[in-house]
């Protein structure tokens, strides 16, 4: 195949690994639908894919994963800088030279008996101010197809990449190369510890090596849109985080934008899929992952989703939970470590429908309620399975979700899962105070007996895993972000779902109800009503945030305001604690917000 580009350097860069990797053949992807499908037939072929029902669920794919090769591999993934104090305490880092000579030693011919994918992808939409140009390229057939989805593949990025001589490396080998006459597996991928994700930021180059799954491989998601752009953002002037963004219109039509961040299992594509159960405020989806942000010619600060789709968690997605996911994945989906069922449609636990049995995600005939040797529950789809589903086809995609120059961010939400402590929403004075709460953010340690005693986790901005330079360095630049914004910030404020009775019951209905708390906000931005000002922040006057057809005991209401200055003196020293390795990168602003925090808790 002639290469369908004139530009120098990616022609030099694919001749480059096309001679380290030594595939078959290379296939330069257009990102058309006639590609989609006829890797489709391809992998229905071989058997790494399975066609579902076309009647149940048209133009849709179910794909079982190696049993060791299920989820992103923190352990596994590596910020190179060319300086270890620039990876900071929240990343491995490896001397980017050597790694490199491992890497490459692993890259040598380990295409050998496959096709080589050169994928030309844009993050954000093409040509918008805010996107970036990439280039995947993978001997993955399932990675080009995902995405597809996932991001914008197009011969469109090529002109783009001729024009400016300019677009993000990405290179993804699953690490199985095949010798003449082997049998491929049907998800090939390397032991764990040949496994790699690296990302060299000075060069702003990704590599991965070994796995065939999610973050791992589709390398535009956490790799590009999180952790090299995080990088580059520092350096620009804009942001690059892990949040979801959602359009919030009154009655009146006035449009709130908000941008939440969440550490993983705290419902996240839900709340960005939320439907509102205040009369007449209606929530539309712009992204439920990732955001990408830059001042605007007006100051404000402008949000892009940088993907396309929605790699989303399978279980616990139903109609109940989450009816805007499951119409969105009713077709053109792929699913990944799901359950499929003997009419060939797809089941995962706490669907909220009944499964007659069916393939679990190990390609074993599975039935509800089956048990292991141990007497185990055996579950028929993985924890991680996912669905991979157009953002298009949401029936609540904001109708400005592609628009190049995005959406002004009015509030910031930030969040964690505590059952105790934590109020249900707390507005912070100042955005300074705002970037304590995002950088404090925590979740409860899970009841598993290790953990049992454990302090809480920290995960800021629901970052740790994703920011592609030193924490504290990030910290920083979100402080200088406000210098920049000034009076035009975003208003922060911080959520917590999941408060408890002693006796465990749930003391907040959330779902659809949590639209209550966002109406707050946007009245709190409105200077419609007022606050009570207390030592972490400013809460709801009672009877401000509007809990009319909710049977909410007011004791519970008590329990949800309340602040126990005891107790977040606890949850401040541990905070402390965390933020202590940062050491001399810890901002003196953080510094700052903890001791006016603390004299407000004593006062
Ligand atoms: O596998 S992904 O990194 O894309 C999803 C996730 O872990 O959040
Ligand atoms: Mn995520």
Known sequence: MSAPTTNKKLLDWVAEITAMCTPDQVVWCDGSKEEYDRLMGEMVASGMAIKLNEEKRPNSYAFNSDPSDVARVENRTYIASVKEEDAGPTNNWIDPVELKATMSELYKGCMKGRTMYVIPFSMGPIGSPIAKNAIEISDSPYVV???HIMARVSTEVLRLIEKNDDFIPCLHSVGAPLEPGQEDSRWPCAPIEKKYIAHFPEENLIWSYGSGYGGNALLGKKCLALRIASNMARHEGWMAEHMLILRFTSPEGKKYHI????PSACGKTNLAMLQSTVPGWKVETIGDDIAWMKPGPDGRLYAINPEAGFFG?????????????????ARDAIFTNVVVTPDLDVWWEDMGVECEGGTDWKNNPWKPGMKDKDGNKIKGAHP?????????????ICPDWEDPAGVPIDIFVFGGKRTSVMPLVHEAFSFEQGIYMGATASSEPTAAALDVGAKLRFDPFAMTPFIGYHAGDYMQHWFDMGETLGDKAPRCFYVNWFRKTDDGKWLWPGFGENSRVLKWMCDRVEGKVGARETPIGLMPIDGELTLDGLDIPASDWAELMKVDAEAFKATLADAKDYLAKFGAKLPAKMKEQMAALEKRLEA
């Open 313 to 329: 968690v399978a279980p616990g997605t139903s109609e109940a939970s989450n009816p805007m996911a499951l119409a969105s994945c």
């Open 384 to 396: 991680n399975s996912r669905f991979t589903a157009r953002a298009e086809l949401c029936p609540v």
């Open 145 to 147: 197809v995902n995405m």
């Open 259 to 262: 941008a939440a961040a969440f």
